[in-house]
């Protein structure tokens, strides 16, 4: 996996803090999209939003369907406000939010003994159910393998030992993460134009979601 360079992760950064801005700020997803060079890109990408030491709020995608900048212009703005497990980030926490980008390779299949901590993060498939952990939480919880393929599990909705199960696939991929502290000028609410929120997320059963362009909803979240 190719590494960025500092000024595209910087670029990635102040467009999250941009989408997670006028979304919080206006209820609308940032119609000023980059295009071209890292922007374009096609990557999997999950986008984490931390006050202070809280989690607030991380959902990603996998596999996108979209360019990198409109993949993380609508994952940043669903964490922000659509990830079920917290309630939607108010205006007065902008000024304390730090932004973790996360982006993954492409998934390859993986045995229990290969399974590094702190590299590999990991992705169970059996039928319709899906789980997915990033690198980063295994090392934050002090986990072992057998550990982390546990949680995976339960992130799948299945039981803690489905890895062994031999429908089951399991899969781990490695990410370049980068982040950014809380800034100390925002951009004025509704500076650019923008496309309003549609006002019912659909949540589908899997911990799967998908983000289509016609219609903003919640992605994968971790």
Same mark, same amino acid.
């Given at each position: 996996?190719? =590494?960025?360079?500092?000024?595209?992760?910087? /670029?990635?950064?102040?467009?999250?803090?941009?989408?997670?801005?006028?979304?919080?700020?206006?209820?609308?997803?940032?119609?000023?999209?980059?295009?071209?060079?890292? =922007?374009?890109?096609?990557?999997?990408? =999950?986008?984490?939003?931390?006050?202070?030491?809280?989690? +607030?709020?991380?959902?990603?995608?996998?596999? /996108?369907?979209?360019?990198?900048?409109?993949?993380?212009?609508?994952?940043?703005?669903?964490?922000?406000? +659509?990830?079920?497990?917290?309630?939607?980030?108010?205006?007065?926490?902008?000024?304390?939010?730090?932004?973790?980008?996360?982006?993954?390779?492409? #998934? =390859?299949?993986?045995?229990?003994?290969?399974?590094?901590?702190?590299?590999?993060?990991?992705?169970?498939?059996?039928?319709?159910?899906?789980?997915?952990?990033?690198?980063?939480?295994?090392?934050?919880?002090?986990?072992?393998?057998?550990?982390?393929?546990?949680?995976?599990?339960?992130?799948?909705?299945?039981? #803690?030992?489905?890895? +062994?199960?031999?429908?089951?696939?399991?899969?781990?991929?490695?990410?370049?993460?980068?982040? /950014?502290?809380? *800034?100390?000028?925002?951009? *004025?609410?509704?500076?650019?134009?923008?496309?309003?929120?549609?006002?019912?997320?659909?949540?589908?059963?899997?911990?799967?979601?998908?983000?289509?362009?016609?219609?903003?909803? *919640?992605?994968?979240?971790?």
């Amino acid at each position: 996996m190719l =590494f960025l360079c500092n000024s595209d992760r910087e /670029s990635l950064l102040c467009l999250a803090r941009l989408a997670v801005t006028e979304v919080v700020s206006c209820g609308q997803i940032l119609a000023e999209v980059p295009a071209g060079g890292v =922007f374009s890109e096609r990557r999997g990408v =999950f986008v984490s939003l931390h006050v202070g030491t809280r989690l +607030r709020g991380c959902i990603g995608v996998v596999d /996108s369907e979209e360019t990198l900048g409109n993949s993380i212009v609508r994952c940043a703005a669903s964490a922000a406000l +659509r990830d079920p497990r917290f309630p939607a980030m108010r205006l007065e926490e902008l000024r304390h939010l730090h932004i973790e980008i996360s982006l993954l390779s492409t #998934p =390859f299949a993986i045995r229990p003994e290969q399974i590094e901590i702190g590299n590999h993060g990991l992705l169970i498939w059996r039928g319709s159910q899906r789980g997915l952990l990033l690198p980063q939480v295994a090392v934050k919880h002090h986990l072992s393998a057998e550990q982390f393929l546990a949680e995976t599990c339960k992130k799948a909705r299945m039981a #803690p030992d489905a890895w +062994r199960d031999p429908e089951a696939s399991l899969f781990g991929f490695t990410c370049e993460i980068f982040s /950014s502290g809380a *800034p100390e000028v925002l951009r *004025p609410p509704c500076a650019e134009p923008a496309v309003p929120l549609a006002a019912e997320p659909q949540l589908a059963e899997q911990d799967e979601r998908a983000v289509k362009r016609e219609k903003f909803t *919640p992605t994968s979240r971790i």
